[in-house]
């Protein structure tokens, strides 16, 4: 693994057990992850961005939400989303409708295609990780599922104790 440190001493590390060595690997890690995931997702039959999958998953958890609450959700400004959603609906991925109950309020909602998208994206992406898995030796996908219980646990007790998500 090469050491992000920016000390300019690029050295291999070892299995290091100490939280800052844990951690290098573990951004290493993350970065390859990162990378498979947007290959397996630009391979499908129509290209999105990150920003846009993103909003689309964000749609397909929370259907009907407004333009305000999807730039609150993705933590992007007003006038962003509203350009973000115009190419979307122009793709024919996203639908606005009117709020049954709130004449003011625009509904997001995905439309067939969006969700077809969504779908082939995630199939991909599972097929990647699969490949990536199938290379490791069981023992080593059992150490793996360990190890990701193991921080997922340890990360929701430092966020109870931050008093907050985390990041």
């Known amino acids: 693994m090469t050491r992000l440190s920016g000390s300019g001493d690029d050295q291999t590390s070892g299995r ?42 964000i749609l397909e958890a929370e259907p009907g939400l407004n333009l305000t609450a999807l730039a609150e959700g993705m933590d992007i400004g007003l006038p962003t989303a509203s350009r973000l959603c115009d190419r979307l609906e122009a793709a024919g991925l996203l639908e606005r409708l009117l709020h049954p109950l709130k004449r003011r309020e625009v509904q997001l909602v995905l439309t067939a295609r969006g969700r077809q ?45 931050a008093g907050g998500p985390g990041l």
């Open 16 to 57: 290091g057990t100490e939280p800052l060595s844990v951690a290098l690997e573990i951004a290493d890690a993350v970065d390859g992850l990162a990378h498979l995931w947007s290959v397996a997702a630009q391979g499908a039959s129509l290209r999105l961005s990150p920003h846009q999958l993103r909003a689309l998953r």
């Open 117 to 161: 998208v969504l779908s082939e994206v995630a199939e991909r992406r599972a097929q990647a990780l699969t490949a990536a898995l199938a290379a490791m030796t069981p023992g080593e996908r059992t150490a793996l599922s360990a190890g990701l219980r193991a921080f997922r646990s340890a990360q929701k007790d430092a966020d109870k104790g």
